[in-house]
């Protein structure tokens, strides 16, 4: 059993940036492959980006390729989403999520997920 409880959310002007982070206990992260997911209100939970389990391989969402970046330290079970150039529209929930799958981008392919951060962006 894997726990996953992110940090870092909180609320920032357009154009700035966040860092979030998803710390995991239970279970060692370097197996799985860890994805970040966003859910605005009224809107179904949508795949922003995933790692694999080496760190060496990644995927975004068009969304957010090119602002966002997602990152991995096995050592210390830690997964990281660097968020720059923050708009409105990023303004979500976002949640971390674990899985056996490599470079998943949809929600049945994670099988353990965290209880999610708010980040707002104002304009």
């Known amino acids: 059993q894997v726990q996953l409880a992110e940090s870092g959310g909180g609320l920032v002007q357009a154009g700035g940036s966040l860092r979030l982070s998803c710390a995991a206990s239970g279970r060692t992260l370097s197996t799985y492959a860890l994805g970040w997911f966003r859910q605005a209100p009224g809107k179904e939970r949508e795949f922003i980006a995933a790692?694999?389990?080496?760190?060496?391989?990644?995927k975004y969402s068009d969304s957010v390729k090119g602002r966002f970046a997602i990152s991995r330290d096995n050592n210390n079970n830690t997964l990281f989403l660097q968020m720059n150039r923050l708009k409105p529209e990023d303004a979500a929930v976002y949640y971390c999520?674990?899985?056996?799958?490599?470079?998943?981008?949809?929600?049945?392919?994670?099988?353990?997920w965290g209880q999610g951060t708010q980040v707002t962006v104002s304009s």
């Open positions: 790692i694999d389990w080496s760190g060496e391989n990644t």
């Open positions: 999520a674990a899985g056996p799958v490599g470079l998943g981008h949809r929600l049945w392919e994670y099988n353990y």
